[in-house]
């Protein structure tokens, strides 16, 4: 059972990245499936889930939208308009069944696995 983040990387300010959350050993269809970001000194923040229905954090709204391949058993974050502060380490994790909560910073996670790193520069 695994999950993993990748597509993160260094971008400019106003550019693009896709990040992927691919599951292996189970099926992220019966799971709300957030993603998440630590920057260093600062507390985990919630920035989307995706789990009978689409939530964002406020900071994102507008320039992030999370999407589904039940095919490819991955969720995606399509990231536009970066700024430096979303700066930060992305992860995603299993929440439950909905998203509810997703934005508690004591959530705990189902599964989850090693993230992405994205810097964005001013």
């Known amino acids: 059972v695994q999950l993993q983040a990748s597509g993160g990387g260094l971008v400019q300010s106003g550019g693009s990245l896709r990040l992927s959350c691919t599951a292996s050993?189970?099926?992220?269809?019966?799971?709300?499936v957030g993603w998440f970001r630590q920057a260093p000194g600062k507390e985990r923040e919630g920035v989307s889930c995706?789990?009978?229905?689409?939530l964002y954090a406020d900071s994102v709204k507008g320039r992030f939208t999370i999407s589904r391949d039940i095919a490819k058993n991955t969720v995606y974050l399509q990231m536009k308009s970066l700024k430096p502060e979303d700066t930060a380490v992305y992860y995603c994790?299993?929440?439950?069944?909905?998203?509810?909560?997703?934005?508690?910073?004591?959530?705990?996670?189902?599964?989850w696995g090693q993230g992405t790193q994205v810097t964005v520069s001013s």
């Open positions: 994790a299993t929440v439950g069944v909905y998203c509810a909560g997703y934005r508690d910073p004591d959530l705990e996670f189902g599964y």
């Open positions: 995706s789990g009978g229905g689409t």
């Open positions: 050993g189970f099926a992220l269809k019966d799971y709300a």
